[in-house]
């Protein structure tokens, strides 16, 4: 009689042992909360879960989430599907921890994550492309003359139909395998080492079986590692005034927020004592007069004729750190000032003198 032991022990190795190609992968949710990651810029109706499990994106407002973590070489696995056509997601790796000036995204390398029906142009696929934004740099493979790289085959699926991603990110370099094939690649990446994102962008987009697998790190130079964690939260969430007041003239514009020309102060229903930090940015138009912040009732004036703004229509960074009682401004980076007599406790207030464009107002504690 033959040893039926052999092939019963053969089907309980298969039960036990991984399959291949799966060793060291973890998964970066767990299906029920976000857990291991933090919100940027976006709402709490923005990301939730599904009964299956899935993490089901809204597209409202345009924003990311990002790990808590930063990585540098690994590999990273997702699924993801767009459940109506022309939808628009993305993954973003090596990223900062906050938005970029006057933007809704993070620096960093960007791997579209685009529904068919979107469109394939000169300029941009629906099949993953690769491209850094806002200040990240790459040199592309099976490139067009820029900083994009374009899939050398179409090999994505349309709405509601599944996709999978696999992302190599090692030494600078990064590919890209869409549905079981390379296609995309660049190299010369800075950053090189930084956060996972993944990007809300106003398609209704759900993702599953999210998981990386690290690789061994390598030595870089500073310059090449995105800017850490500086323990910034953002006080808007992008679809509503939930946690401001004076709200009247105002309008919540997706990632921005737009005053009219008679519009109140914006107040923040939070009050913030001791040493902290503060960002929003400002773009002012030409009507905008003399806009005013006000930190703890102090009132602080935005002169246009600051040398150190941009011009009419751009964005400019404010950044305030508040320690005692006297109040240090940068403005585009650079030194702006201090003003003394900072009242101890009280709101932040953006106060308006004329139509004007603020966005990303975060705040930190400081030391």
Partial sequence: MADVRIPCLFALLLLILPAAGDEGFVPLFNGKDLSGWR??????????????????????????????????????????????????????????????????????????????????????????????IHGATMTPENGRGGSRAFPTESRSKPSPEWNHYRIECRDGEISLAVNGKVVTRGRDCVPRKGYICLESEGGLVHWRNIRIRELPDTPIDPSQVAV???????????????????????????????????????????????????????KLGPDSGTPMLSIRGKSIAIQPSNPLLEKTGSYNRIEGAVTGDTLSLRINGKEAGTHPEIPGEGPIALEPDGPATWANPYVRKLP
């Avoid at 993070?106 to 394939?120: F, H, K, P, S, W």
Wanted: aromatic share 14%; proline share 4%.
């Fill in 39 to 132: 919100v940027v810029n976006t709402a709490p109706s923005t990301w939730s879960f599904s009964e299956e499990g899935y993490l089901v994106c809204s597209g409202k407002p345009v924003g990311e989430i990002r790990t808590k973590r930063m990585y540098q070489n690994y590999i990273l696995e997702a699924e993801w599907r767009h459940l109506v056509p022309k939808g628009n997601a993305g993954i973003f790796v090596w990223a900062d921890d906050i938005t970029a000036r006057g933007q809704p995204f993070i620096r960093g390398v960007e791997v579209q994550v685009l529904e068919n029906a979107y469109g394939d142009t000169r300029s941009h696929t629906t099949h993953g492309d690769i491209f850094p």
């Fill in 228 to 282: 850490a964690d500086r323990g910034y939260r953002c006080l808007y969430s992008g679809v509503d005034f939930a946690g401001w007041r004076g709200a009247e003239g105002w309008k919540s514009r997706d990632w921005e927020l737009v005053n009219e020309a008679r519009a109140a102060p914006l107040v923040t229903g939070e009050s913030f004592s001791g040493n902290f930090g503060f960002i929003v940015d400002l």
